[in-house]
């Protein structure tokens, strides 16, 4: 008999709401984590800026009424700190400490046939044995770190945003580098300048951004918002993005061009990237409205940037506005003008060595006393292909994933029986309210747990042509839309030589539910019971 029902990887959102889910339905469950503390990508991402780009009203669990009544967010926008906070106070609330097994990292998991289970090994030399594997590692949790020639040679400290000191870094009259100007390079790069004697922000790729307009949260409105959670969540849960935002509902292209202005403005003026990009239903799928969109942002910038030259290099050109996930920042380009900042244009000269002193361009040298990486993540399946997972026959996922991730409804993969991930690839994980989708993952994988005991079942396992049929899903509709033309890491692009598959889901999150619903009701359609 196997040691526990269920291990999990992982105590983030979704490792720590599914050590609530699997106990409350009887099961006995313990969470590993690698880290020193709970809280997965707001535990490691501890950079200064760190902020949440899903208001904290759509950010936080919904399965519980009580917690949503009494815990009270303190901005529109959260930061790390108190995400952080939040997730302790659930910790707490729940009793679920002793489930969680900390500074702990699953180094393999490998599937006995013959038993019916996983056994899982930790870094700590110890292994259990488990009839169900459900991996909650994240979507964004393997960091990376591009190898630059010289990098072990640089003088200074180094450090990637993803594995920020704890207790922080004294910037204060030194000459920093950063690399990388995703959601993470834009929002710590106005902290940095604000400590350091010069900031050069090294840029490969110009970004767009949306202001947030972040504010403190009236206890007025949370009041009356409270009062209305429950059909909120609702709404959430059968809107596309897992969050309800309203549009227009109307093409830009039969808009006239005046109005689509004033629309534009006034969604800029609120802040906020969903209500922005989702003013009209074609942004993301027609290049010309998308188009419309994007110069609307580069006016923002050119009118926000004092010196032309470097609003021109600011200014996103290289693909449509939306199909890199879009950046959210109140004062990412306004710090372009402080006389100890400057931009660095690495697609025309790319970056060449570091060296003892700091950095070598294919054009100029920078002296540099610190270099910070915000270079990203091997993203979707890059924390799953770290750990030596065997399947059936012995047979590794990164095998079975060499030509890029696959699963049946994101969740499953065949060959890999009981073993259920959280937000994988091929669901809409990372293009929808993460906290939302996190929680449909996990009472979906509990119902599937419980429904095998409760009919005479040991094992599920996704059936081969059902996850066929869904990755051809999932790529039709990825090529119904802009998104397959960035170079972004939605695609695996970011990593060299990593295959390109676009992972996320673009279904929409209600009609994905819809459709894990579905295939629950029919017995698990799709997958082999045994
Ligand atoms: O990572 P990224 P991120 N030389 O991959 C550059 C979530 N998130 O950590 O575009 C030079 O987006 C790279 O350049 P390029 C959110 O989902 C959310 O910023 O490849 N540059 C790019 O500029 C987000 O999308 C929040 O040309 C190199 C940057 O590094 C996701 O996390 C906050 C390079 C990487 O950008 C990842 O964001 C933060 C090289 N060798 C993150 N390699 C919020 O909720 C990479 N780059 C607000």
């Known amino acids: 008999m196997a040691d526990l029902d269920v291990v999990v990887v992982g105590a983030g959102f979704a490792g720590i709401y599914a050590a609530h889910a699997f106990r409350s339905a009887g099961l006995s469950v313990r969470v590993f984590e690698a880290g020193s503390g709970i809280g997965g990508t707001w535990f490691w991402n501890c950079y200064p800026g760190a902020r949440c780009d899903v208001e904290s009203k759509d950010y936080s669990y919904s399965f519980s009424p009580e917690l949503e009544q009494e815990w009270s967010w303190s901005e529109r926008y959260p930061a790390q700190p108190e995400v952080l906070r939040y997730l302790h106070h659930v910790a707490g609330k729940f009793g679920l400490w002793p489930l969680i097994q900390l500074n702990t990292r699953v180094t ?31 979507c964004l949790s393997a960091y ?64 767009f951004a949306v202001p947030n307009r972040n504010r403190a949260v009236d206890p007025e409105w949370e009041r009356a ?29 039969a808009e006239p061009p005046a109005e689509i202005q004033r629309t534009l403005m006034a969604r800029w003026q609120s802040g906020g990237g969903m209500p922005f ?47 890199k996930r879009l950046c959210q920042s109140d004062d990412y380009f306004a710090m372009f ?34 270099l910070v990486f915000a270079t990203g993540f091997d993203a979707i399946s890059g924390a799953l292909n770290r750990i030596d997972v065997r399947g059936v026959g012995g047979v590794p996922l990164t095998e079975k994933w060499a030509g890029g991730p696959r699963s049946y409804l994101g969740v499953a ?12 690839p091929g669901s809409p994980s990372v293009f929808s309210n993460m906290v939302l989708s996190i929680e449909q993952h996990v009472e ?28 051809a899903h999932v790529t039709e509709v990825a090529y119904s839309t802009l998104f397959p033309l960035a170079d972004s890491w939605y695609v695996g692009a970011n990593i060299p030589g990593k295959p390109r598959v676009f992972t996320p889901y673009l279904g929409g999150v209600g009609p994905y539910r819809a459709r894990c619903d579905e295939v629950a009701a029919a017995g698990y359609e799709g997958f082999v019971l045994d």
């Open 108 to 138: 393999a998991a490998q599937w006995d046939a013959a038993r019916s289970e996983w056994s899982v090994t930790t870094d700590d030399g110890a292994a259990r044995t488990a009839r169900f594997c459900v991996m909650a590692v994240g």
């Open 144 to 207: 990376q770190v591009p190898s630059l020639p010289g990098l072990e040679t640089f003088g200074g400290p180094w450090y990637h945003t993803s594995r920020w000191p704890a207790d922080g870094v004294d910037f204060t009259g030194k000459r920093v580098g950063l690399i990388g100007t995703g959601s993470t390079g834009i929002q710590v790069a106005p902290e940095i300048a604000a400590a350091a004697a010069h900031l050069y922000v090294f840029q490969r790729t110009a970004n």
């Open 225 to 253: 918002f409270k009062a209305d959670y429950r059909s909120y969540r609702q709404r959430a849960q059968e809107s596309f993005l897992g969050v309800p935002i309203t549009g227009t509902g109307r093409p830009a292209l």
């Open 277 to 323: 990009l989702g003013a009209y239903t074609d942004v993301l799928v027609d290049r010309a409205a998308n188009d419309i969109v994007a110069e609307f942002m580069r006016d923002r910038i050119r009118e926000t940037v004092a010196d032309p030259s470097v609003a021109e290099l600011l200014c996103p050109r290289a693909y449509p506005v939306g199909a």
């Open 337 to 370: 003008n402080l006389p100890n900042v400057t931009l660095v244009d690495i697609r025309s000269a790319p970056i060449s060595s570091v060296y003892a002193g700091g950095l070598r361009t294919a054009d100029s040298v920078y002296e540099l006393d610190a």
């Open 413 to 424: 993969a065949a060959g890999f029986p009981n073993m259920f991930i959280v937000t994988g």
């Open 444 to 471: 979906w994988i509990r119902d599937c747990v419980v429904y095998l005991g409760s009919h005479g079942y040991s094992t599920a396992q996704a059936k081969p042509s059902a996850e066929d049929a869904w990755m």
